[in-house]
């Protein structure tokens, strides 16, 4: 694969739910390896229906859609296993475990899968950790982390699996605008790592500086 090949590729999907409500409308789209692409739009627009289909939550309703090489429509168990290792998620409704600290928030989720030794997962959650700016905070109660450290933990928790792609659901919505450019800066440095990397926000005003690539949704069609 070269670094032009489209690493998410949308030809002409729909989706719609209960069949009545259209969230997407027919839109095309690709993006190359190692883009940042940020995806702006008013609430309901459509931005967490597309992540939800790049990670195959939901399915399209028509069109394809094809994720590093795979067509989601006929996807194999396998590969269906390849693209769950691959894409980090960060969503809204993120369910941090109040009842451990961050440092097991996150190996949670290496657990689970069971490929890794204790040391590989230890090395991984506190390389995630450190990436985040939670080093310090390892032992931490969930409760104790102010609205920016827990989204930091939530990322963590994505990027502890080392994934392709990583998407991040209006990851700065309930963040002060410090505290929300900080998040941005730290996708930033994920992409200058060379993760493939989506952030969805409602607020168009915190993207404008970061000159890259915005893609606008507006009553689940792509504007201007
Ligand atoms: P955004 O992330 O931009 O706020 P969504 O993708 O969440 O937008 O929603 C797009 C449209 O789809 C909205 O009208 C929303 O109410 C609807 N929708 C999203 N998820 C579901 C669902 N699971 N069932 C029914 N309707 C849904």
Redesign the pocket.
């Known amino acids: 694969m070269t670094p032009e090949t489209p690493i998410i590729q949308f030809d002409q999907v729909a989706k719609s ?2 069949s009545t ?1 259209n ?1 997407l409308n027919n839109i095309s789209f690709s993006i190359s390896k190692g883009e940042l692409v940020f995806l702006a ?9 597309i992540l939800k289909l790049i990670a195959g939550i939901e399915l399209a309703t028509t069109g394809n859609i094809i994720i590093n090489g795979i067509n989601l429509a006929k996807i194999s168990q396998n590969q269906r296993t390849f693209i769950r290792q691959h894409v980090g998620i960060v969503f809204q409704d993120h369910k941090i475990l109040y009842d451990r600290n961050v440092f097991d928030n996150v190996r949670l989720g290496l657990d689970i899968t069971g490929l890794y030794s204790k040391e590989e997962t230890i090395e991984r959650v506190t390389h995630a950790l450190n990436a985040v700016g939670l080093a310090d905070k390892i032992k931490s109660r969930p409760q104790e982390l102010s609205g920016g450290e827990q989204q930091r933990l939530c990322i963590a928790r994505a990027v502890v699996h080392k994934p392709k792609i990583l998407l991040a ?1 209006e990851p700065t919505a309930n963040l002060d605008r410090e505290n929300a450019l900080k998040i941005l800066e730290l996708f930033k440095a994920f992409h200058k790592a060379g993760v493939t990397i989506i952030v ?1 926000a ?1 607020d168009e005003s915190l993207l404008g500086d970061y000159g890259k690539r915005i893609l606008y ?1 507006n009553n ?1 069609q792509f504007r201007g």
Do not use: V
């Open positions: 739910y209960n409500i969230a739009g008013h609430s309901g627009a459509g931005k967490s229906t659901d969805s409602h949704l689940g």
